[in-house]
């Protein structure tokens, strides 16, 4: 366990998966992450990479070859080093093993970085290619936070508050078909800003956005005066999550790709959401948490 720790919050960190495992208010003494209670969900914030979602039939073809993988990716299972740490940060990294290339045939170095300052927890993923001449990817977060934050409190009280009204549809999963995308849309805000756990939209699955007005988005109570604030940056989509049985977790997903299209039969490269990197670049996104105590 790497633990952060300021006048204001501690931040507990998983170094498999190098994930979010505890955000404590040091005012409050409350944890604002999900419990991983392994009845509903074991995790509370595992790193998707190199896909998001599931492939379908559990397979990627790249160059006519065959590779299999499981949901979200290998990053969320592996034990990442640590290349730099202190009170406030450290550094997690990854890069290719034989393990990895039987999966996914690239090489590649992903880096995971977590902030501490003042009531906000910043985390930056970069990804470096150094050795292949072209590498393709899905990166993206998969927090989830408690709902209700207060034990006793009822999360239909609870809703997700955008920075600004918005006007979209969501993407729409299909759970039958192994958590698939569909072609279809529906719709979901009409110049609105407030959607409540309770509502439909998470009775199948993730409620999944694009082409967000918002930079932010904030989970709040009827209940109280308590808040986490969501920034995102350089993502392509958000997706929204509860466990089946409603209640104990909202995960806020920021994402670059999405799980396969029902009927998919393309190459890896042409997902879409994929990133493209030629060797010697990197791609960088980030999120940050705020905790309003």
């Given at each position: 366990?790497?633990?952060?720790?300021?006048?204001?919050?501690?931040?507990?960190?998983?170094?498999?998966?190098?994930?979010?495992?505890?955000?404590?208010?040091?005012?409050?003494?409350?944890?604002?992450?999900?419990?991983?209670?392994?009845?509903?969900?074991?995790?509370?914030?595992?790193?998707?990479?190199?896909?998001?979602?599931?492939?379908?039939?559990?397979?990627?073809?790249?160059?006519?070859?065959?590779?299999?993988?499981?949901?979200?990716?290998?990053?969320?299972?592996?034990?990442?080093?640590?290349?730099?740490?202190?009170?406030?940060?450290?550094?997690?990294?990854?890069?290719?093993?034989?393990?990895?290339?039987?999966?996914?045939?690239?090489?590649?170095?992903?880096?995971?970085?977590?902030?501490?300052?003042?009531?906000?927890?910043?985390?930056?993923?970069?990804?470096?290619?150094?050795?292949?001449?072209?590498?393709?990817?899905?990166?993206?977060?998969?927090?989830?936070?408690?709902?209700?934050?207060?034990?006793?409190?009822?999360?239909?009280?609870?809703?997700?508050?955008?920075?600004?009204?918005?006007?979209?549809?969501?993407?729409?999963?299909?759970?039958?078909?192994g958590a698939a995308m569909l072609h279809e849309e529906k719709p979901l805000f009409e110049n609105e800003r407030r959607?409540?756990?309770?509502?439909?939209?998470?009775?199948?699955?993730?409620?999944?956005?694009?082409?967000?007005?918002?930079?932010?988005?904030?989970?709040?109570?009827?209940?109280?005066?308590?808040?986490?604030?969501?920034?995102?940056?350089?993502?392509?989509?958000?997706?929204?999550?509860?466990?089946?049985?409603?209640?104990?977790?909202?995960?806020?997903?920021?994402?670059?790709?999405?799980?396969?299209?029902?009927?998919?039969?393309g190459e890896f490269k042409d997902r879409e959401g994929t990133r493209t990197l030629k060797k010697g670049e990197q791609?960088?996104?980030?999120?940050?948490?705020?905790?309003?105590?």
């Amino acid at each position: 366990m790497v633990t952060l720790k300021n006048d204001v919050l501690q931040v507990d960190l998983e170094p498999t998966g190098a994930e979010i495992s505890r955000i404590i208010g040091l005012q409050d003494g409350l944890n604002y992450m999900w419990k991983q209670d392994p009845v509903l969900w074991g995790h509370s914030a595992p790193v998707l990479f190199p896909i998001i979602g599931g492939l379908r039939n559990g397979t990627m073809t790249h160059e006519g070859k065959t590779y299999k993988m499981g949901n979200h990716g290998f990053a969320r299972n592996t034990v990442f080093g640590v290349d730099e740490q202190d009170d406030t940060h450290v550094v997690f990294h990854i890069h290719e093993t034989e393990e990895t290339l039987a999966q996914y045939p690239f090489c590649f170095d992903l880096y995971v970085t977590y902030t501490l300052e003042d009531n906000k927890l910043h985390t930056e993923f970069k990804v470096v290619n150094e050795r292949d001449d072209v590498i393709y990817f899905s990166i993206g977060g998969h927090p989830a936070f408690a709902c209700p934050l207060i034990e006793g409190e009822d999360y239909n009280e609870y809703y997700i508050e955008m920075e600004q009204p918005e006007t979209m549809s969501q993407k729409v999963i299909d759970p039958s078909a192994g958590a698939a995308m569909l072609h279809e849309e529906k719709p979901l805000f009409e110049n609105e800003r407030r959607l409540f756990v309770r509502q439909a939209p998470f009775s199948s699955d993730a409620i999944v956005l694009q082409n967000m007005k918002s930079s932010y988005l904030t989970l709040k109570s009827l209940c109280n005066d308590k808040s986490v604030v969501f920034h995102m940056n350089n993502f392509l989509y958000c997706g929204l999550w509860t466990s089946k049985h409603a209640g104990g977790l909202l995960a806020i997903e920021p994402w670059n790709g999405h799980c396969d299209y029902i009927d998919y039969e393309g190459e890896f490269k042409d997902r879409e959401g994929t990133r493209t990197l030629k060797k010697g670049e990197q791609f960088v996104c980030d999120f940050t948490v705020e905790i309003n105590q």
